[in-house]
């Protein structure tokens, strides 16, 4: 690690203060050059905005730290003011969450200004809306309710879709596909919820091929480089090939819900329809949400009003509380306005906040 | 925040209630770093880290602010708790899949959401084997995001031995890197 004594003690520092505020021309070139001539430094910063990546501050924070103090103060055996310490934790902790949930999502905002352009930060209120639970473990949605429950309607689903997915015979992606302008709102990512399902322990993502060189890991990065660089045909052929190659891996069943966001911007709804099936057929994932919406979108631009509103009736069954119910629904509302739904609707669409929009 | 510590060192409930309060979220934040945002003992860690902040608050000296030193103790705290959770669970995952679920970023894709969750746990990894002082420090700096100089105070030693520690703690990451592919273009200062 080299020192440099400009703006800051060490480069170390200037890296630190990159991931808190936008750096001015003469910083950001000084860590640029840090970067390149230090690779610790370069791994320690890559590392660090991993975490920057994640929300620690969540709603429901204020009880969740409300609850916990009140047990801390029960444990340490003392009855007495038990009530009174209760109602000022509650009282206190709103006060001070709000606060401090006013600041962490002003600083959360700014993280995604240095990485997303300004007319990209939008989408940010569904990112909160996505949430569910206090503590990312005391609820689940019914779509991941534990298998011990019987066949739950997500099962019978994902039992459904794998049929589907073992029928289908639509054409093979091509090499070369015509690119045109993604969908003017992409969702945000998210997922039901948090599973009560302890975790499924999944094949090594460093999985190597029978010749020892490449791994699931590998393939799965290269096609996203692709990807984010317009390499369409590329990154689909990676995709491709990291199913192929290495069908057990979980890079390749999450690479399903890549391939077919891939396929759908860039008009192969069938065919993305057949992916994110088969990312379905899989079972609950964490990107199940994602793939039922994109099973959704596929239909509807594949003008197959019948399979559509039936998928949408599916993700708002599977997946009641995600960011994607509320257009769900808008879309099933405007499928039977235009007599694109059943002769009669039967009114089979649940009921649901209706905050939950994307 | 430091007059109520100290009145709450006094057995004053109202202020050690208050205290807990206010420094909630940095105790979460930083349980939540180390452990990862859905890791099912947040609660209880969250719970131990408060009960040892109030064991530890009479030998709280002032040498650094009150919510550094918390974090201290929660890092801490949450360092042992992993240590135990990986004890009770030898086999886990590959990439905690549960925390894409946290991460509904738009502008990030599935391949970028799980090399970032990736990362993560190749620091979380490292915490459960580095030396506890130097894991320490590598939580403060490089997962929480404080300075050389901060880091130094929170856990009370000169700047040069926290910089030291921090030096020791990146080369083991960067070894460890070395045989990550998601961080393996890191290595070799690839964009």
């Known amino acids: 690690m080299n020192e440099r004594r400009s703006g800051h003690e060490y480069d170390e520092d200037l890296a630190v203060v990159a991931r808190r505020q936008p750096l001015g021309d003469a910083e950001r070139s000084e860590l640029d050059a840090a970067l390149a001539a230090d690779p610790t430094l370069r791994i320690a910063h890559e590392v660090g905005r991993a975490f920057d990546d994640v929300a620690f501050v969540r709603p429901g924070d204020e009880a969740l730290i409300a609850r916990v103090v009140d047990r801390t103060h029960r444990s340490e055996s003392r009855p007495v003011v038990a009530r009174r310490w209760r109602s000022a934790a509650a009282i206190a902790a709103t006060l001070l969450l709000a606060a401090g949930g006013a600041g962490a999502y002003r600083a959360g905002i700014l993280l995604r200004v240095r990485r997303t352009p300004a007319h990209d930060i939008a989408p940010t209120a569904p990112r909160l809306q996505a949430r569910a639970g206090m503590n990312g473990h005391a609820e689940a949605p019914a779509s991941v309710a534990p298998a011990a429950a019987g066949a739950s309607p997500a099962t019978q689903s994902a039992t459904q879709l794998k049929e589907h997915a073992m029928a289908w015979t639509g054409p093979h992606l091509g090499s070369t596909r015509p690119t045109r302008p993604s969908s003017s709102a992409r969702p945000a990512f998210a997922t039901a919820g948090p599973s009560e399902q302890p975790p499924t322990p999944t094949p090594p993502a460093t999985a190597s091929t029978p010749d020892g060189d490449v791994t699931a890991a590998d393939l799965f990065r290269r096609a996203g480089a692709a990807r984010r660089t317009g390499a369409l045909a590329t990154a689909s052929a990676l995709y491709e090939d990291l199913q192929a190659r290495f069908p057990a891996a979980e890079e390749a069943h999450l690479s399903h819900v890549s391939l077919g966001k891939l396929l759908l911007e860039t008009g192969q709804p069938q065919e993305a329809e057949h992916h994110f099936a088969i990312y379905l057929a899989g079972g609950p994932g964490a990107l199940a949400a994602e793939a039922a919406f994109g099973r959704g979108e596929s239909f509807e631009r594949m003008g197959r009003a019948r399979e559509e509103r039936q998928a949408w009736l599916e993700l708002l069954r599977d997946f009641p509380e995600s960011i994607y119910a509320g257009a769900a629904r808008r879309r099933i509302a405007a499928l039977d306005d235009l007599g694109l739904g059943p002769p009669n609707p039967p009114g089979d669409v649940p009921a649901g906040d209706s905050a939950n929009s994307r | ?191």
Do not use: K, Y
């Not at chain 2, 109030?54 to 030193?69: E, K, N, P, V, W």
């Not at chain 2, 490089?142 to 856990?155: F, K, N, Q, R």
């Open chain 2, 1 to 191: 925040m430091r007059a109520v510590a100290t009145r709450a060192v006094t057995g004053d409930d109202r202020a050690r209630c208050t205290l807990l309060v206010a420094l909630g979220t940095v105790l979460l934040r930083a349980v939540r770093g180390v452990l990862g945002v859905r890791h099912p003992d947040v609660e209880d860690v969250l719970q131990e880290s408060m009960l040892a902040l109030c064991s530890a608050l009479d030998s709280f000296r002032g040498d650094c602010q009150t919510s550094h030193f918390a974090c201290r103790v929660a890092i801490q705290t949450a360092m042992n708790g992993r240590r135990r959770a990986a004890r009770r669970q030898r086999t886990t995952p590959s990439v905690p899949l549960e925390e894409l679920a946290e991460m509904a970023h738009d502008e990030l894709s599935p391949a970028e959401l799980l090399t970032a969750a990736r990362r993560r746990e190749v620091l979380r990894g490292l915490l459960d084997d580095l030396p506890a002082a130097q894991a320490e420090v590598l939580a403060l700096h490089t997962m929480l995001g404080h300075s050389v100089a901060e880091t130094a105070a929170i856990t009370g030693v000169p700047i040069n031995t926290a910089r030291s520690r921090l030096r020791a703690a990146l080369g083991a990451l960067r070894e460890r890197a070395g045989a990550d592919a998601t961080l393996a273009e890191a290595v070799r200062g690839e964009p």
